[in-house]
């Protein structure tokens, strides 16, 4: 075979487990390892800064629409149909006409059924990488092929939803390209960080999809009670709407898309209400972190978090944590800088606010080294060495695939199953 044609369907996150796949795929061509002497990758992106991150890895690009996320505008059910319908024309119209071979998707997004939808229109067999076996989304039942990362999600699968044509690979390509970032200096340094964003030392609160607008209210009143350096991304959620529940004057709210994963290594403590993604990169980070127990108590980001050791709770567990942890430190830091606070009183009016200043910083630092060392550091190694077995058990997969005579699809049953699972958390 001279060449073949890959498309490939993503959101942001999952774009990040398919760069490792394409770079290996290209490396192996030239290896001339592989089953096809060159590749073309076709993009369909899904939302903003997709097209940035894959432009080095991917020959054509084409918008299909972009997320309806929380704290987005709200849409009746008519509207909405009509705009995931108008945006399966434009999956269409990026996949048609292009001899496109295999399309390969990941995630639980819209994207994902966008374009498995056009796919099957248009009689292209699809490779579905999932990452959450407990929440996939339904159109993965149509596609001729589900990867997953481990044996016993290749059971759930089976079981729960009827996805019998399965494949282990063992792990998570994604955690390929964390380690890629870290290892070729692509993080910026702290100096970077506070000149970006204000400070060096800080807490990094993370909103994704598995928190609610009143879990978000909840949060921030605990992040104003400890009132230490904190940055906010909004992820799923509109800044205008976190900034108007905020007084306090040390938490700052980001714009939707900054570079996460520096303010991540950067961070003292990262608390997250996200799912895989997030969970995946503190993991590789090593970056002690609290993961918000959302809505979903089955998930495939709760059992890697657990694997990790990242501790999971509840707003009013982590509420009832930083409360322990600020209360037994003040005191500490008060009782060891006794004599700073009776020079200080000795000194009032003399240089008063620089004092203040001065103490106030020297406490920020104090309170956040303290918490950075009150949770353990996630383990990678498992991590990072299972991540480069998936890619190259992923890769294998693609090279031997039947395009012509492709596995079965689970169809219709599988799909319902999947629907009821979902319908749970609308």
Same mark, same amino acid.
């Given at each position: 075979?001279?060449?073949?044609?890959?498309?490939?369907? %993503? /959101?942001?996150?999952?774009?990040k487990t398919l760069i490792p796949i394409i770079k290996k795929i290209k490396k192996m061509e030239n290896l001339g390892k592989l089953n096809w002497k060159k590749s073309n990758i076709i993009c369909l992106t899904h939302g903003s800064g997709v097209k940035e991150l894959l432009e080095p890895y991917c020959d054509e690009f084409y918008s299909i629409g972009k997320g309806r996320g929380s704290g987005k505008v709200k849409r009746?059910?008519? /509207?909405?149909?009509? +705009?995931?319908? !108008?945006?399966?024309?434009?999956?269409?119209?990026?996949?048609?006409?292009?001899?496109?071979?295999?399309? @390969?998707? %990941?995630?639980?997004?819209?994207?994902?059924?966008?374009?498995?939808? $056009? $796919?099957?229109?248009?009689?292209?067999?699809? @490779?579905?990488?999932?990452?959450?076996? *407990?929440?996939?989304?339904?159109?993965?039942?149509?596609?001729?092929?589900?990867?997953?990362?481990?044996?016993?999600?290749?059971? *759930? +699968?089976?079981?729960?939803?009827?996805?019998?044509?399965?494949?282990?690979?063992?792990?998570?390509?994604?955690? #390929?390209?964390?380690?890629? &970032?870290?290892? =070729?200096?692509?993080?910026?340094?702290?100096?970077?960080?506070?000149?970006?964003?204000?400070?060096?030392?800080?807490?990094?609160?993370?909103?994704?999809?598995?928190?609610k607008i009143s879990d978000i209210k909840k949060l921030i009143n605990i992040l104003e009670k400890i009132n230490l350096p904190t940055l906010i991304a909004p992820y799923r959620f509109k800044k205008e709407l976190i900034q108007d529940m905020i007084k306090s004057n040390k938490i700052k709210v980001l714009n939707e898309f900054v570079d996460l994963l520096s303010l991540m290594k950067s961070s003292n403590l990262m608390i997250?209400?996200?799912?895989?993604?997030?969970?995946?990169?503190?993991?590789?980070? /090593?970056?002690?972190?609290?993961?918000?127990?959302?809505?979903?108590?089955?998930?495939?980001?709760?059992?890697?978090?657990?694997?990790?050791?990242?501790?999971?709770?509840?707003?009013?567990?982590?509420?009832?944590?930083?409360?322990?942890?600020?209360?037994?430190?003040?005191?500490?830091?008060?009782?060891? #800088? !006794?004599?700073?606070?009776?020079?200080?009183?000795?000194?009032? &009016?003399?240089?008063?606010?620089?004092?203040?200043?001065? *103490?106030?910083? !020297? *406490?920020?630092?104090?309170?956040?080294?303290?918490?950075? =060392?009150?949770?353990?550091?996630?383990?990678?190694?498992?991590?990072?060495?299972?991540?480069?077995?998936?890619?190259?058990?992923?890769?294998?997969?693609? #090279?031997?695939?039947?395009?012509?005579?492709?596995?079965?699809?689970?169809?219709?049953?599988?799909?319902?199953?999947?629907?009821?699972?979902?319908?749970?958390?609308?």
């Open positions: 075979m001279e060449e073949i044609t890959i498309a490939i369907a %993503c /959101e942001l996150a999952p774009a009746n059910n008519f /509207e909405l149909t009509y +705009l995931i319908f !108008k945006d399966i024309i434009k999956a269409i119209l990026g996949l048609r006409g292009k001899e496109i071979d295999l399309l @390969i998707t %990941c995630g639980n997004a819209g994207d994902v059924r966008k374009s498995i939808s $056009a $796919a099957n229109l248009l009689k292209i067999p699809v @490779i579905h990488i999932e990452q959450d076996i *407990y929440n996939p989304i339904e159109t993965i039942a149509f596609s001729n092929l589900v990867t997953v990362p481990s044996e016993s999600y290749k059971n *759930y +699968l089976s079981e729960k939803y009827h996805i019998d044509s399965t494949e282990n690979i063992q792990g998570y390509p994604m955690v #390929n390209y964390i380690v890629d &970032c870290v290892t =070729n200096n692509h993080l910026l340094d702290n100096k970077d960080i506070k000149k970006d964003y204000g400070y060096s030392k800080f807490i990094l609160v993370v909103l994704g999809g598995d928190l997250y209400g996200a799912g895989m993604g997030m969970t995946i990169e503190a993991g590789v980070l /090593e970056i002690p972190s609290i993961k918000i127990a959302g809505f979903h108590k089955e998930h495939g980001s709760v059992d890697l978090a657990n694997d990790l050791k990242i501790p999971i709770l509840e707003i009013e567990e982590v509420s009832d944590f930083l409360d322990e942890f600020k209360d037994n430190h003040q005191d500490k830091y008060d009782h060891e #800088n !006794k004599h700073t606070h009776e020079n200080k009183d000795n000194n009032k &009016c003399k240089d008063n606010h620089e004092d203040k200043n001065s *103490y106030d910083d !020297k *406490y920020e630092d104090y309170m956040l080294k303290m918490l950075k =060392n009150k949770l353990p550091r996630p383990e990678s190694e498992k991590l990072i060495k299972n991540s480069e077995i998936a890619v190259e058990n992923f890769v294998d997969i693609i #090279n031997n695939f039947n395009l012509k005579n492709p596995p079965k699809k689970s169809g219709l049953k599988s799909m319902k199953a999947i629907w009821k699972k979902r319908s749970e958390f609308r």
